[in-house]
């Protein structure tokens, strides 16, 4: 959430930074609309103060007057009319306040002075690590490499439960498992992150910690069970970030590294029609996350070491990336920068998206009020707050089968990964 004091202070400086991320006339419209209720709410605070401080003076004259034996029935009755005001004028204040918070949760964050302007166009390479490897065959796509192997059911799942559900079955299975623990000990082990099992049910409150909601939910891309207040998690940031919700952290504990596996369950009601096939977009995904909870002055160099965390997985999986610091436009409602890697797939000769590392600076502790204080008996600040994919499995598996495929229809088995797995070769059963 914005800072409505930052919004009053600067106006011009948020629109420019929300101008950033494209409709510019929508976001001016809606800071002009805080700044209007933020003007109503300081007078009536203001008019609420005066009334106050009159009806305690009047209380004592009252007092002063009684014990005169005089009458006081004027006093009285202007009393009850301040007493009428005063009411007035809280009831008025909470709805002002609600409706200047229901605009701050619609507003996304301010990126970052080193984000681009502009939009997907706009997004660049910053770096690549490893040569994509050259075929002396035609390399097939995943979905054809894991039916044969019989890792991968499509039709199976779409039985079940529709179309973008994917099932795994044999190795399929197994590999998925292996992948998940090899994620977990590599970021519990080499980079010091403590490991959480959250719950995979989250309140409404937690979507709006992290930014999820209103815009998220009321987008229709979350999965909810309404008679009972819940959302099925769409990442498990959701869980990680609010478990410290309304925590007042010690400035000596900080940072604060977790992570976990989640399903992760997301309707893409936007995407309807978009890369259908295989498993590059589906409602049902696993994924092993990365949330840490910094001092303001380290988030920047923290962001740097959270992404060659995300790195460090695929460079041990052996596969082929970039990473593309993302445009204004196409950063996350809650990111001030992010930072995504994009694995090379032969098979579907493209890019994929397995991992977004962000730093949402103060956006989502505001939210969520997660606080700490940095020396004792200093004020509180808000902690910053990061995330990683540590790494999504779906486009992981699919760049695993078609960069590891044999002229057999085999499949190869990072080095990294066999321990895991079992087997340094995926084969037909």
């Not at 609420?48 to 009252?62: H, Q, T, Y």
């Not at 039985?159 to 399929?172: D, E, I, K, N, W």
């Not at 495929?405 to 321990?419: F, I, K």
Request: hydrophobic share 40%; aromatic share 6%; proline share 7%.
């Amino acid at each position: 959430m914005l800072d409505a004091k930052l919004i009053r202070q600067d106006p011009g400086a948020v629109r420019a930074g929300l101008a950033a991320r494209g409709k510019p006339a929508e976001t001016d419209a809606a800071v002009e609309r805080v700044l209007a209720l933020d003007t109503e709410r300081r007078a009536a605070i203001a008019e609420g103060d005066a009334l106050k401080a009159r009806r305690n003076a009047v209380s004592l004259e009252v007092g002063e007057r009684k014990r005169r034996k005089e009458d006081a029935d004027d006093l009285i009755a202007e009393m009850r009319q301040v007493n009428d005001r005063i009411r007035e004028l809280d009831t008025g204040l909470r709805e002002t306040e609600g409706s200047i918070d229901d605009l701050l949760l619609r507003l996304p964050n301010l990126t970052h002075a080193s984000v681009p302007a502009g939009g997907e166009e706009a997004n660049t390479v910053v770096r690549s690590w490893g040569e994509p490897r050259t075929f002396d065959f035609q390399p097939r796509p995943h979905w054809e490499l894991g039916a044969e192997l019989g890792m991968l059911d499509l039709p199976a799942g779409a039985r079940v439960a529709g179309s973008g559900f994917p099932l795994y079955t044999g190795m399929g299975a197994r590999l998925q498992r292996a992948l998940v623990n090899f994620f977990l000990d590599l970021h519990t082990r080499e980079h010091g992150y403590t490991e959480v099992e959250p719950p995979f049910l989250v309140t409404r409150e937690s979507m709006q910690g992290t930014g999820q909601y209103p815009k998220f939910v009321e987008e229709g891309d979350a999965y909810g069970l309404p008679e009972d207040g819940l959302f099925l998690v769409p990442t498990s940031e959701v869980p990680l970030v609010n478990m410290l919700r309304d925590e007042m952290l010690e400035a000596r504990g900080l940072p604060v590294a977790v992570t976990a596996y989640s399903p992760c369950f997301r309707r893409e009601a936007g995407s309807a029609g978009k890369d259908t096939r295989g498993l590059l977009r589906v409602h049902q995904f696993g994924k092993v996350e990365l949330v840490r909870f910094e001092r303001p002055e380290d988030s920047w160099d923290a962001l740097e070491r959270l992404t060659g965390q995300a790195e460090r997985v695929l460079q041990l999986l052996e596969l082929p990336y970039r990473v593309l610091l993302l445009a204004a436009g196409d950063t996350g409602f809650s990111s001030a920068k992010t930072y995504d890697l994009e694995v090379w797939a032969p098979g579907v000769d493209r890019w994929l998206e397995v991992s977004s590392a962000s730093n949402c600076v103060d956006f989502q502790a505001r939210r969520a009020n997660i606080r700490y204080r940095p020396e004792p008996g200093a004020k509180p600040e808000f902690v910053h707050t990061l995330n990683a994919s540590g790494v999504a499995l779906p486009r992981t598996v699919a760049a695993l089968l078609e960069n590891g495929q044999q002229p057999d229809g085999s499949v190869t088995v990072p080095e990294a990964l066999r321990p895991y797995l079992g087997t340094d070769r995926l084969v037909r059963p």
